[in-house]
C-alpha cells in the first residue's frame, strides 16, 4: 500500500512563498500524474494543479496559474509544490495524491497545512 506524506505547510505572511513536499512511499507506487489538491474548511479537495510522472508536463487550474510551480523527484518518489507571492486566499491544507484520469489512487496522507495570514 501507498503511504503518502505532505510537509512544509505553516504560517507565512502574505508576500511570502512556501516549498510544499510531498513524499510517497510502497512498492506499488506507479501514478500517471501526481496532483496537488487544496480543501478549505466546509469545502470539498479542489485539483489544482498535477505533474506527469513520466514526463514534465505540468497542468494548472486557471486561478493557480502563474503562482505555483510543481516539480518531482521521481528516484525520491517526491512531488514538490513551490508557492509564491502567497495570498490569504491560500490559506488551505494541501493534499497530493496520484491520478489516473480521474481516479484518485492512493489513500490520503494527513496533508500540510498553509495559513497565510499578517
Known amino acids: 500500500q501507498v503511504h503518502l506524506v505532505e510537509s512544509g505547510g505553516g504560517l507565512v505572511q502574505p508576500g511570502g512563498s512556501l516549498r510544499l513536499t510531498c513524499s510517497a512511499s510502497?512498492?506499488?507506487?506507479?501514478?500517471?500524474?501526481m496532483a496537488w489538491f487544496r480543501q478549505t474548511p466546509g469545502n470539498d479537495r479542489d485539483l489544482f494543479g498535477a505533474?506527469?510522472?513520466?514526463?514534465?508536463?505540468?497542468y494548472f487550474a486557471e486561478d493557480a496559474k502563474g503562482r505555483f510551480t510543481i516539480s518531482k523527484d521521481v528516484a525520491k518518489n517526491t512531488v514538490y509544490l513551490d508557492i509564491v507571492d502567497l495570498k490569504p486566499e491560500d490559506t488551505a491544507v494541501y493534499y497530493c495524491?496520484?491520478?489516473?484520469?480521474?481516479?484518485?489512487?492512493?489513500?490520503w496522507g494527513q496533508g500540510t497545512r498553509v495559513t497565510v495570514s499578517s
Open positions: 505533474i506527469s510522472w513520466y514526463t514534465d508536463s505540468t
Open positions: 495524491n496520484g491520478r489516473i484520469g480521474a481516479t484518485i489512487l492512493y489513500p
Open positions: 510502497g512498492s506499488t507506487f506507479d501514478p500517471s500524474f
